[in-house]
């Protein structure tokens, strides 16, 4: 029998929340509610106005912010946790001074994180939190692990895919302090074990799922662009991970072969004004449309007008927006790239491109581009596999196993 675990007892913790990006983790905490967990929302900032999806307002409402916090309040916070546990408060301050080998930077950083770690617990405790669960290897899961330092609450951690390859600070050791860490694939557990030093038995493999209702293919038959032009769609934060600057030389060498594309681009980011004047540059100002980001049911809407589904990255380690794009019908091109092949065969629901090379991608795109019915075959075998075995529902209930077992143990 399932322990029954009072709500709030699990925490979701989460950088900054809610945001555009952050629908995957969105999803989760209402399928998680749906099946009778009620895990509290805590993040460490509220994002902005700009970045909060409307949508998720009944989310933002019910997160409980760390920032911002005056220095009255933090001192205290330090004062109090100091009196009352000076142990844990000196072992994990000692952690964040001398674990790791650290530059400068990353040392500061987690002192900072030691801070911010710190002045969390009372919100924790306040909740009735005996466990958190932390989205991201980065330094949210700094501040789960000094708190299990300071004597709890416990902790785990859902590895999103590129985090694992990019993020540095105490990798090690924030891991070896988890009761588990979930990852997508096995490629991603392999590494972690191989690389990290990781104990098999606590990384889980738990690929992500999709809902399959919010995500589907059109109704009727897809309408082909009158002029013949191949409509393209990638739906990605505009960071450097995922490459789009890749993609826009691969569109301009397709229009040198004589090829009509129209590509968008749906997300938002710091690498904005450098693609918006590599747009430019190319002569693709026409062709490429860079709306910003969207929220889960433009997404979707996106990629029913689209013809084929394009992921560029060079850092990707699941590629949610992959089986989200099969979901709607849609063939996808992918680089093989780490645990990507777990996520699309190739020749299957898409074609594989190898990491990095603008040629190569440029040629599945147009391999593609001129052969409708491989696309209409591939597009359906891409729904048929996320409805067979890619649900939302299906996926979350396992997760929701594991953290009963985790918080219900002794």
Not at 11 to 29: D, K, R
Not at 145 to 172: C, N, Q, W
Not at 393 to 410: D, M, N, S
Request: charged share 25%; glycine share 10%.
């Amino acid at each position: 029998m399932e322990p029954v675990i009072p709500p709030g007892a699990v925490a979701v913790l989460v950088h900054t929340f809610p945001l555009h990006s952050a629908t995957f983790i969105a999803g989760e905490v209402r399928e998680l509610e749906r099946q009778g967990l009620a895990p509290a929302l805590v993040a460490i900032r509220a994002p902005r106005p700009a970045e909060a999806p409307a949508a998720m307002d009944d989310l933002r409402r019910r997160t409980r912010y760390l920032l911002p916090i005056g220095p009255v309040a933090l001192v205290r916070a330090h004062a109090g946790a100091l009196a009352r546990q000076p142990r844990g408060y000196l072992r994990a301050l000692r952690a964040a001074l001398w674990r790791g080998r650290l530059p400068a930077r990353h040392r500061l950083r987690t002192l900072l994180h030691f801070g911010e770690a710190v002045a969390l617990r009372p919100i924790l405790a306040d909740i009735g939190c005996r466990h958190l669960h932390v989205h991201a290897l980065s330094g949210a899961a700094t501040i789960a692990m000094l708190l299990g330092e300071m004597g709890g609450p416990s902790y785990s951690l859902t590895a999103h895919g590129s985090d694992i390859f990019v993020e540095k600070v105490l990798l090690r050791e924030k891991i070896a302090g988890s009761r588990f860490t979930r990852v997508g694939t096995r490629f991603n557990r392999d590494h972690l074990v191989r690389v990290h030093g990781a104990d098999p038995g606590r990384i889980h493999v738990m690929p992500f799922g999709v809902d399959v209702e919010a995500f589907r293919p059109p109704e009727g038959e897809a309408a082909a662009a009158a002029d013949g032009t191949i409509r393209l769609v990638s739906v990605g934060r505009l960071v450097w991970q995922k490459a789009h600057r890749l993609l826009l030389g691969a569109c301009a060498r397709l229009r040198r072969q004589g090829i009509a594309l129209r590509l968008t681009i749906i997300g938002e980011g710091e690498e904005r004004a450098a693609l918006e004047a590599l747009r430019g540059r190319l002569g693709l100002d026409d062709v490429v449309d860079l709306p910003g980001a969207a929220p889960e049911a433009g997404v979707a809407a996106a990629l029913g007008r689209s013809d084929l589904f394009v992921l560029a990255s060079v850092s990707e380690g699941f590629g949610l927006v992959l089986l989200e794009a099969m979901a709607c019908g849609l063939p996808v091109v992918a680089p093989a790239l780490h645990g990507l092949p777990d996520v699309v065969a190739d020749g299957v629901e898409g074609r594989l491109f190898a990491p990095g090379a603008e040629e190569d991608l440029a040629a599945a795109i147009a391999g593609l581009a001129a052969d409708p019915e491989l696309r209409r075959r591939l597009g359906a075998a891409g729904r048929r596999r996320v409805v067979e075995s890619c649900r939302l529902q299906e996926r979350v209930a396992g997760f929701a196993r594991l953290l009963r077992a985790t918080v219900g143990a002794p």
